[in-house]
């Protein structure tokens, strides 16, 4: 079982090089859905100092629908959004929930997932609880990790280092 990430049109290149890092430290695929805000050619990479983008495990795809094509049947979308109405915790996202991948879709900064997208499938929307009337929206790497530390939780954090000590180790 494999865990991906996917982001609608990303703008802000600080939020996709953090979610990028957050990728490559957790062996997800890390998919980006067409326009993009920014440059993500090796020059632009490199002058940006993301020396880990090597590691990252990255797919596009020019639009939504092409995708959704990519998805195999047994393959599980969850709709990352403040307007759902299942929390991300009372997913099922570990091996015995089923033999696809999961897939996790989260929207553009400024406005989300399309509208007629989300009333299309409300039944796949997950949202972080928050104070809605304090803030519009949490940052959206912050959302990617809690979301996938979540699904890794119920993995139980397969193929992780769950232990890192030091050459020289202080604690010891």
């Not at 050619?41 to 629908?65: C, F, I, M, Q």
């Not at 696809?100 to 299309?120: H, W």
């Not at 039944?123 to 990617?144: C, F, Y």
């Not at 993995?155 to 992780?160: V, W």
């Amino acid at each position: 079982m494999t865990n991906h990430i996917v982001l609608f049109e990303p703008v802000m290149p600080a939020n996709t090089g953090n979610i990028a890092r957050t990728a490559a430290g957790t062996n997800a695929v890390l998919h980006l859905i067409e326009p993009l805000g920014f440059d993500i050619s090796d020059k632009a990479v490199k002058r940006a100092g993301l020396d880990y983008w090597e590691h990252v495990n990255l797919v596009t795809h020019p639009s939504l629908p092409d995708f959704l094509e990519t998805m195999k049947e047994d393959d599980k979308l969850y709709l990352v959004s403040k307007f759902a109405n299942m929390d991300y915790t009372d997913p099922d996202y570990s091996a015995a929930a089923g033999a696809g991948d999961n897939y996790f879709l989260f929207g553009k900064e400024t406005t989300g997932l399309p509208e007629v997208f989300m009333r299309q499938n409300p039944e796949k929307a997950i949202r972080i609880p928050q104070n809605d009337s304090h803030i519009r929206s949490l940052n959206l790497s912050n959302t990617v990790a809690i979301v996938l530390f979540e699904a890794l939780r119920q993995q139980d954090f397969a193929e992780l280092d769950k232990v890192y000590t030091y050459e020289q180790d202080k604690l010891k």
